[in-house]
């Protein structure tokens, strides 16, 4: 009898990690895809979460605007410079809501577990082993599954960025360079609505960075409300390690001096989308003519054997 089934497998394609680039990714692809993630969607905000005003609108998720910013100002201990955005404005956003946002728009399966690594080809993870032709690894900086012994030396290749939420109102979109607050790095204050958000990055990946913010917080009259922080890449890593892509901080696509990541991850994710969607267009296709060829070819013996 003519067997047609493809290859065992257990999903088309598998994406690690459902944050911008993640979500970026799968809402690109149609078929069988499992998104994994260790937290619930939008859950865990690590980010100022400042991007221009057209990407939220141009993925459909205007609804998770907080601010729009019309003004960049960029402090030295010694100049104020501004910057008119009004052509192009800049707004802060919603994580929750962007980021649910973007999964409303996938066809995907989400599933909330930890991945540890790649064995024989298959995730491997907290609920098991899932195998996918095509596999992205969108675990930001970790690179749960792409960084090997690679992620052990993130202090080289990573900065790292602590901030807070604060009832504290600014004029906009804030830099603060000052060798003082902060050497061989920046702070920032970003309004989002009600407060600011205000941080501090460390070029060189120093993470004890909570005195030099909380000293911050105190010139401007403030104190913390809860912290968050993460390293985010300062190089560009690899994109592809040996059959799975790698795409946002876990290609190391963040901007290094801005530490501006989103858009990178968002375009990137959504660029790797479509490839990998015409590479399973593509396969199936030819694993279709390729079945519809054998088929013919089986009626065609099947004929001649009762002739
Ligand atoms: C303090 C701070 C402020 C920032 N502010 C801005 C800003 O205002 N604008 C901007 O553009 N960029 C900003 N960035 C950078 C930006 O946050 C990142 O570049 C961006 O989040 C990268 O997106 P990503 O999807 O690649 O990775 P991430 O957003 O880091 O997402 C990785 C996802 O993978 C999941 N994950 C990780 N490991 C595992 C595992 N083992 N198993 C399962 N799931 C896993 C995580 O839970 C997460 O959901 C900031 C960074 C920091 C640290």
């Not at 257990?10 to 937290?39: K, P």
């Not at 995730?123 to 992620?151: K, L, M, N, Q, Y």
């Not at 061989?184 to 004890?208: A, C, D, E, M, T």
């Amino acid at each position: 009898m003519l067997c047609l089934r493809m290859p065992a497998r257990d999903y088309d394609a598998i994406v690690v990690g459902a944050s911008f680039g993640g979500l970026a990714v799968a809402r690109q692809l149609r078929g069988e895809v499992l998104l994994l993630d260790r937290n619930e969607v939008g859950a865990v905000q690590t980010s100022a979460c400042g991007t221009p005003l057209w990407v939220p609108e141009t993925l459909g998720v205007s609804a998770s605007v907080l601010q729009v910013h019309d003004r960049l100002v960029i402090r030295t201990p010694t100049r104020t410079v501004r910057y008119d955005l009004s052509s192009v404005p800049f707004c802060t956003f919603d994580y929750r809501a962007f980021c649910q946002g973007l999964l409303a728009q996938c066809r995907v399966r989400f599933l909330r577990t930890s991945v540890l690594g790649i064995q024989d080809n298959a995730v491997v993870t907290g609920e098991g082993r899932f195998t996918a032709p095509v596999i992205v690894d969108c675990s930001g900086w970790r690179r749960a599954i792409t960084g090997g012994a690679e992620s052990e030396a993130r202090s080289r290749r990573h900065s790292f960025g602590l901030e807070t939420h604060t009832p504290f109102r600014d004029e906009g979109l804030t830099f603060l360079l000052d060798r003082r607050l902060i050497p061989q790095g920046l702070g920032w204050i970003f309004p989002v609505g009600s407060g600011s958000l205000i941080g501090l990055g460390s070029y060189v990946g120093r993470s004890k960075l909570r005195p030099a913010l909380d000293r911050l917080l105190r010139e401007h009259g403030m104190s913390a409300g809860s912290y968050h922080g993460t390293y985010f890449p300062n190089r560009l890593l690899r994109a592809t390690v040996d059959r799975v892509f790698a795409v946002g901080d876990a290609a190391g696509q963040c901007l290094p001096l801005t530490a501006e990541g989103i858009r990178p991850a968002l375009y990137f994710g959504g660029e790797c989308g479509r490839i990998v969607q015409q590479v399973l267009d593509g396969a199936r296709l030819r694993f279709v003519n390729e079945m519809t060829a054998r088929l013919a070819r089986y009626k065609a013996s099947k004929r001649e054997g009762q002739t």
